[in-house]
C-alpha cells in the first residue's frame, strides 16, 4: 500500500499541502499526500478568487519557482483584473476571479500527472516523533507511515470548531469534520499553540438575485495572466462581477443578532483577521459608515451559485437571511448556505526555522494557517518554501532562504520567524520595504533562475526567462542610444502638455518624462521598426518601458538592500549567548534567546531589540 518509507509526506492537501507535494515530488523525492477528502484537493473554502494587492505578486513568485497555483488559476479563471493600474508597477497586483470547482479538479489532474507522487486519503491523527526527530505519521486507522521529512499543512481543521449564531459544531470547513490529535502531539513536543479564527460569508442562488439594481464590474478589456509559461493563455471572454452596498436597515436588522452572536457573547475568543473583518465586526467598529461595499461574485462558469464578498459572519441564519433581504439585489434572496466563522489551532511561527523547518523536531515543516497566515497565496507561498526545503533536506543539500529583498515570499516568511503573530497574517505591499524591486512584472527575472539551480523551475522556463531579460535590456539600450529630433518628438510633447525640445536627445530622456507614457513612445517610427525588426511581445516591451521610466526608484532600491544584505551576511553562531552581554537590555536578551535569529539583519527586525542593542551585538561579534 505504502513505500517502506517515503522522503516527504505532507499532511493536508488545502493550498500549502498541494505546492508542496508538487514542489518535493517535481524535485524527486518520493512524496505521500495525505488528506480527509481527495474530492476536496486545493479546495477554494473561501472567496472563488486568486491574487490582489500583494498576493497577485505571490502567486506570480509562485509560478516563477515552478508552482502551480499561477497554472492552475489561468486554466480555471473567469475574469482578470490589474488592480492599482493607475499608480506605480509596484502596486499593479493581478487577480483572477475563478471557476471553484474546476480550480479544485485542475489541480487535481495536475497532481496527479506528478511523477513520484502518492495519495491517500484518511485523517492523520498523530506523529512519530524520536529523540526530537520526525520518523513519520500515524493514521486514525492506527497506520504508521514513515518518512524522512514530514509537512504539516492542516489549514482550520486542527480541532476545528464552526459557528454560527449559537450553534457550535467540530469541523474543519462545512460540511467536513475536524482533525484530532496533532495538536496534543506537538504540545507534548513542547511547541507552544493557540487559537484563531476566520469566517466565510453565505452562498446565495444567483438566480434569485436582480442584477439590474447592482453595478456591473467587468474585467479588463485586454487581460493578462498569470504564469509565466507558454502553458496558458489569456481569457477570451469572461464573466461580470457585480457590486452592491449594505445599509442602515441593513445594520439595524444585523444588531438585531449581536447578543446571539459568538463573536459579542464571548464563546469565541480567539482574534479573526483585522484586514478582512466580518460584517458585524465592520458596522460595530466602522459605526460611522452608512454602508458598505458586497462584491457579488460567480462560483464559476455553469453554476448559479454566488459568493457574497463583504457579508463574511457568523450571525444566526435568520438574521443573517433577513440582512440580505434588506440589500438592493438581494429582495428574494435564496441561501446556498449560511456564512460561518471556525476557531482552529495555530502554532505561532517563532518556533520555526527560516526553512519553515520547527526548531524542536528536526525534519518536520508548518505551512499555512498553522502559522498562523490567513489566505490562499499566503499559504501556498509556505507549502511551496516548505516542500522545497524538505527535499533539499533530504537530498542533505542547501536550503532556498528567499531574502526581504528577493521576494515576497521572502518578507511573508521573514515576517512570521521574526515577529511572530497574534492575527491572521494577510500580506501587503506595505509589508515590503523594497517593493519597487519585488514587481509582479520581475517575479521570473528574481527567482526562475534560483528555481532552476535547485532543480525545480524547467530549462524551458529559464531559457523563456532570459530571452525576455536580454531582450527588455537591449530595448533600454536602444532608447538609450537612439536619438529623436524636435520635429519627431514636439508634437506628441506639446499634446501631453510637457516642455518642447530645443534639440535633439535620446529616446531614453523623453520616454523618462512623467507625462509620456508607452502609448506615446510607440508612435515613433524607430520604435515601430525596432519592435517589429525583433518580433518583440508585450511582456518584453512592457518591461522595457518599466526599466526606463522607474530607473531611479530601482536604483535607489538597490543600493538600500545591498546595505541590508551586508547585514545578511553577518552570521551569528546557533548557539550564542545573548545573556553574557551586559550592556545589551533584558527584554533584548529575551527576545533574542527566545527566536534564535540567523543573522544581525534579523535581529534587527526583532521586535523590542533596539538599534543599540544591534550596535552592541556588532561590537561583541568583533565587528
Given at each position: 500500500?505504502?513505500?517502506?518509507?517515503?522522503?516527504?509526506?505532507?499532511?493536508?492537501?488545502?493550498?500549502?499541502?498541494?505546492?508542496?507535494?508538487?514542489?518535493?515530488?517535481?524535485m524527486?523525492?518520493?512524496?505521500?499526500?495525505?488528506?480527509?477528502?481527495?474530492?476536496?484537493?486545493?479546495?477554494?473554502?473561501?472567496?472563488?478568487?486568486?491574487?490582489?494587492?500583494?498576493?497577485?505578486?505571490?502567486?506570480?513568485?509562485?509560478?516563477?519557482?515552478?508552482g502551480?497555483?499561477?497554472?492552475?488559476?489561468?486554466?480555471?479563471?473567469?475574469?482578470?483584473k490589474m488592480?492599482?493600474?493607475?499608480?506605480?508597477?509596484?502596486?499593479?497586483?493581478?487577480?483572477?476571479?475563478?471557476?471553484?470547482?474546476?480550480?479544485?479538479?485542475?489541480?487535481?489532474?495536475?497532481?496527479?500527472?506528478?511523477?513520484?507522487?502518492?495519495?491517500?486519503?484518511?485523517?492523520?491523527?498523530?506523529?512519530?516523533?524520536?529523540?526530537?526527530?520526525?520518523?513519520?505519521?500515524?493514521?486514525?486507522?492506527?497506520?504508521?507511515?514513515k518518512?524522512?521529512?514530514?509537512?504539516?499543512?492542516?489549514?482550520?481543521?486542527?480541532?476545528?470548531?464552526?459557528?454560527?449564531?449559537?450553534?457550535?459544531?467540530?469541523?474543519?470547513?462545512?460540511?467536513?469534520?475536524?482533525?484530532?490529535?496533532?495538536?496534543?502531539?506537538?504540545?507534548?513536543?513542547?511547541?507552544?499553540?493557540?487559537?484563531?479564527?476566520?469566517?466565510?460569508?453565505?452562498?446565495?442562488?444567483?438566480?434569485?438575485?436582480?442584477?439590474?439594481?447592482?453595478?456591473?464590474?467587468?474585467?479588463?478589456?485586454?487581460?493578462?495572466?498569470?504564469?509565466?509559461?507558454?502553458?496558458?493563455?489569456?481569457?477570451?471572454?469572461?464573466?461580470?462581477?457585480?457590486?452592491?452596498?449594505?445599509?442602515?436597515e441593513?445594520?439595524?436588522?444585523?444588531?438585531?443578532?449581536?447578543?446571539?452572536?459568538?463573536?459579542?457573547?464571548?464563546?469565541?475568543?480567539?482574534?479573526?483577521?483585522?484586514?478582512?473583518?466580518?460584517?458585524?465586526?465592520?458596522?460595530n467598529?466602522?459605526?460611522?459608515?452608512?454602508?458598505?461595499?458586497?462584491?457579488?461574485?460567480?462560483?464559476?462558469?455553469?453554476?448559479?451559485?454566488?459568493?457574497?464578498?463583504?457579508?463574511?459572519?457568523?450571525?444566526?441564519?435568520?438574521?443573517?437571511?433577513?440582512?440580505?433581504?434588506?440589500?438592493?439585489?438581494?429582495?428574494?434572496?435564496?441561501?446556498?448556505?449560511?456564512?460561518?466563522?471556525?476557531?482552529?489551532?495555530?502554532?505561532?511561527?517563532?518556533?520555526?526555522?527560516?526553512?519553515?523547518?520547527?526548531k524542536?523536531?528536526?525534519?518536520?515543516?508548518?505551512?499555512?494557517?498553522?502559522?498562523?497566515?490567513?489566505?490562499?497565496?499566503?499559504?501556498?507561498?509556505?507549502?511551496?518554501?516548505?516542500?522545497?526545503?524538505?527535499?533539499?533536506?533530504?537530498?542533505?543539500?542547501?536550503?532556498?532562504?528567499?531574502?526581504?529583498?528577493?521576494?515576497?515570499?521572502?518578507?511573508?516568511?521573514?515576517?512570521?520567524?521574526?515577529?511572530?503573530?497574534?492575527?491572521?497574517?494577510?500580506?501587503?505591499t506595505?509589508?515590503?520595504?523594497?517593493r519597487?524591486?519585488?514587481?509582479?512584472?520581475?517575479?521570473?527575472?528574481?527567482?526562475?533562475?534560483?528555481?532552476?539551480?535547485?532543480?525545480?523551475?524547467?530549462?524551458?522556463?529559464?531559457?523563456?526567462?532570459?530571452?525576455?531579460?536580454?531582450?527588455?535590456?537591449?530595448?533600454?539600450?536602444?532608447?538609450?542610444?537612439?536619438?529623436?529630433?524636435?520635429?519627431?518628438?514636439?508634437?506628441?510633447?506639446?499634446?501631453?502638455?510637457?516642455?518642447?525640445?530645443?534639440?535633439?536627445?535620446?529616446?531614453?530622456?523623453?520616454?523618462?518624462?512623467?507625462?509620456?507614457?508607452?502609448?506615446?513612445?510607440l508612435?515613433?517610427?524607430?520604435?515601430?521598426?525596432?519592435?517589429?525588426?525583433?518580433?518583440?511581445?508585450?511582456?518584453?516591451?512592457?518591461?522595457?518601458?518599466?526599466?526606463?521610466?522607474?530607473?531611479?526608484?530601482?536604483?535607489?532600491?538597490?543600493?538600500?538592500?545591498?546595505?541590508?544584505?551586508?547585514?545578511?551576511?553577518?552570521?551569528?553562531?546557533?548557539?550564542?549567548?545573548?545573556?553574557?552581554?551586559?550592556?545589551?537590555?533584558?527584554?533584548a536578551?529575551?527576545?533574542?534567546?527566545?527566536?534564535?535569529?540567523?543573522?544581525?539583519?534579523?535581529?534587527?527586525?526583532?521586535?523590542?531589540?533596539?538599534?543599540?542593542?544591534?550596535?552592541?551585538?556588532?561590537?561583541?561579534?568583533?565587528?
Amino acid at each position: 500500500m505504502f513505500l517502506e518509507k517515503y522522503d516527504t509526506i505532507i499532511v493536508g492537501a488545502g493550498h500549502a499541502g498541494c505546492e508542496a507535494a508538487a514542489a518535493s515530488a517535481n524535485m524527486g523525492c518520493t512524496t505521500l499526500l495525505v488528506t480527509m477528502s481527495l474530492q476536496n484537493i486545493a479546495q477554494m473554502s473561501c472567496n472563488p478568487a486568486m491574487g490582489g494587492i500583494a498576493k497577485g505578486q505571490i502567486v506570480r513568485e509562485i509560478d516563477a519557482l515552478g508552482g502551480y497555483s499561477g497554472i492552475v488559476s489561468d486554466k480555471t479563471a473567469v475574469q482578470f483584473k490589474m488592480l492599482n493600474k493607475s499608480k506605480g508597477p509596484a502596486m499593479w497586483s493581478p487577480r483572477v476571479q475563478s471557476d471553484r470547482m474546476r480550480f479544485s479538479e485542475e489541480w487535481r489532474l495536475m497532481l496527479e500527472r506528478t511523477p513520484n507522487l502518492d495519495f491517500y486519503q484518511e485523517m492523520v491523527k498523530g506523529l512519530l516523533i524520536i529523540d526530537n526527530k520526525i520518523e513519520g505519521v500515524v493514521t486514525s486507522l492506527g497506520i504508521e507511515i514513515k518518512a524522512k521529512t514530514v509537512v504539516l499543512t492542516n489549514g482550520t481543521f486542527l480541532n476545528g470548531l464552526i459557528h454560527i449564531g449559537e450553534k457550535q459544531f467540530g469541523g474543519g470547513r462545512a460540511g467536513e469534520s475536524a482533525a484530532y490529535g496533532i495538536t496534543e502531539d506537538l504540545i507534548k513536543a513542547g511547541f507552544e499553540s493557540g487559537r484563531m479564527k476566520t469566517g466565510t460569508p453565505p452562498r446565495v442562488d444567483g438566480r434569485s438575485l436582480d442584477y439590474t439594481k447592482m453595478r456591473e464590474e467587468a474585467g479588463d478589456t485586454m487581460p493578462d495572466k498569470f504564469s509565466y509559461s507558454d502553458e496558458t493563455k489569456p481569457l477570451t471572454h469572461q464573466k461580470l462581477c457585480h457590486m452592491t452596498y449594505t445599509s442602515n436597515e441593513v445594520h439595524n436588522i444585523l444588531r438585531e443578532g449581536f447578543d446571539r452572536s459568538p463573536m459579542f457573547n464571548g464563546r469565541i475568543k480567539s482574534l479573526g483577521p483585522r484586514y478582512c473583518p466580518s460584517i458585524e465586526d465592520k458596522i460595530n467598529r466602522f459605526a460611522d459608515k452608512e454602508r458598505h461595499q458586497l462584491f457579488v461574485e460567480p462560483e464559476g462558469w455553469n453554476t448559479v451559485e454566488v459568493y457574497v464578498n463583504g457579508f463574511s459572519t457568523s450571525l444566526p441564519e435568520d438574521i443573517q437571511f433577513k440582512a440580505l433581504r434588506s440589500v438592493e439585489g438581494f429582495e428574494k434572496v435564496k441561501f446556498f448556505r449560511p456564512g460561518y466563522a471556525i476557531e482552529y489551532d495555530y502554532f505561532p511561527p517563532t518556533q520555526l526555522k527560516h526553512t519553515l523547518e520547527t526548531k524542536l523536531v528536526e525534519g518536520l515543516y508548518f505551512a499555512g494557517q498553522i502559522n498562523g497566515t490567513t489566505g490562499y497565496e499566503e499559504a501556498a507561498s509556505q507549502g511551496l518554501m516548505a516542500g522545497i526545503n524538505a527535499a533539499l533536506k533530504v537530498k542533505d543539500a542547501q536550503p532556498l532562504i528567499l531574502r526581504r529583498d528577493e521576494a515576497y515570499i521572502g518578507v511573508l516568511i521573514d515576517d512570521l520567524i521574526t515577529k511572530g503573530t497574534e492575527e491572521p497574517y494577510r500580506m501587503f505591499t506595505s509589508r515590503a520595504e523594497y517593493r519597487t524591486l519585488l514587481r509582479q512584472d520581475n517575479a521570473d527575472f528574481r527567482l526562475t533562475a534560483k528555481s532552476h539551480e535547485i532543480g525545480l523551475a524547467s530549462t524551458k522556463r529559464l531559457v523563456r526567462m532570459e530571452h525576455k531579460f536580454n531582450e527588455s535590456e537591449k530595448m533600454v539600450s536602444f532608447f538609450k542610444e537612439t536619438s529623436v529630433t524636435q520635429e519627431e518628438a514636439n508634437p506628441i510633447l506639446i499634446e501631453k502638455d510637457s516642455s518642447p525640445m530645443a534639440q535633439s536627445d535620446k529616446m531614453f530622456k523623453v520616454f523618462s518624462r512623467p507625462q509620456i507614457d508607452l502609448e506615446d513612445i510607440l508612435k515613433f517610427e524607430k520604435v515601430q521598426q525596432y519592435i517589429q525588426d525583433n518580433e518583440l511581445d508585450k511582456e518584453i516591451i512592457e518591461q522595457a518601458e518599466i526599466q526606463v521610466k522607474y530607473s531611479g526608484y530601482i536604483e535607489k532600491e538597490r543600493n538600500n538592500a545591498e546595505k541590508l544584505i551586508r547585514l545578511e551576511d553577518i552570521k551569528i553562531p546557533d548557539n550564542f549567548d545573548y545573556y553574557k552581554i551586559k550592556s545589551m537590555s533584558i527584554e533584548a536578551k529575551q527576545k533574542l534567546s527566545a527566536i534564535r535569529p540567523v543573522t544581525i539583519s534579523q535581529a534587527s527586525r526583532i521586535s523590542g531589540v533596539s538599534p543599540s542593542d544591534v550596535s552592541v551585538l556588532l561590537i561583541y561579534m568583533g565587528r
